[in-house]
């Protein structure tokens, strides 16, 4: 039975730094392409960044150049590095595959607000 936990959220003022954190139990994780979301209350999910199983990367364009996705496949665990963040940056964050999704996490809230 596939396991995620989503952490790292947090109160973050209008331009400061979070990293979120995402430990996956999934068979063969190195080889899954994957990926963080967020959403926010009456919203659908947004496709926020993917990383490939070769660690290549897309983003958003509202978070293009201010999110980094990473993974760490000894770890099984995805990172989403997020830097110069904004209000509408506000909302609970998951991690997904990209592909075939498995059922949602808990997923970690970020709030950016002064």
């Known amino acids: 039975q596939v396991q995620v936990v989503e952490s790292g959220g947090g109160l973050v003022q209008p331009g400061g730094s979070l990293r979120l954190s995402c430990a996956a139990s999934?068979?063969?994780?190195?080889?899954?392409?994957m990926a963080w979301y967020r959403q926010t209350p009456g919203k659908q999910r947004e496709l926020v960044a993917t990383?490939?199983?070769?660690?290549?990367?897309n983003y958003a364009d509202s978070v293009k150049g201010r999110f980094t996705i990473s993974r760490d496949n000894a770890k099984n665990t995805v990172y989403l590095q997020m830097n110069s963040l904004k209000p509408e940056d506000t909302a609970a964050y998951y991690c997904?595959?990209?592909?075939?999704?498995?059922?949602w996490g808990q997923g970690t809230q970020v709030t950016v607000s002064s």
């Open positions: 999934i068979r063969f994780f190195s080889m899954k392409a």
């Open positions: 997904n595959k990209q592909y075939d999704l498995f059922p």
């Open positions: 990383i490939s199983s070769g660690s290549t990367t």
